[in-house]
């Protein structure tokens, strides 16, 4: 049914050649001119966003150091304060998403 010819071919052969779709282009040069005025915010929003990805990542990290080096081993201290730090990341994040 689907020939594997590679994507070059399937967006000429579907009418989607790159460059050729002017209206898209035009559309989507509209949109930013009107988030022009709004770069800051735009800048700000997206940076926010970055870093509540980044303390999303590290605390599954965080459980997962307190489950093998803390609970395993038995080290209540590595519990205790990897406890804390997974506490501050919580924060941090619920603060970020303000």
Do not use: C, W
């Not at 999303?56 to 990290?61: A, C, D, S």
Request: net charge positive.
């Amino acid at each position: 049914m689907f020939e594997n010819r590679g994507n070059d071919e399937f967006l000429v052969r579907s009418g989607h050649v790159p460059g050729k779709n002017r209206k898209l282009d035009s559309a989507i040069r509209r949109i930013f001119s009107y988030l022009k005025p709004y770069k800051k915010e735009f800048f700000l929003v997206a940076l926010t966003l970055l870093a509540s990805t980044a303390v999303g990542f590290f605390q599954p990290l965080v459980i997962q150091i307190i489950t093998d080096d803390g609970m395993l081993q038995q080290d209540m201290a590595v519990i205790v304060r990897l406890a804390l730090v997974l506490a501050g990341l919580v924060l941090v994040n619920q603060a970020i998403e303000l």
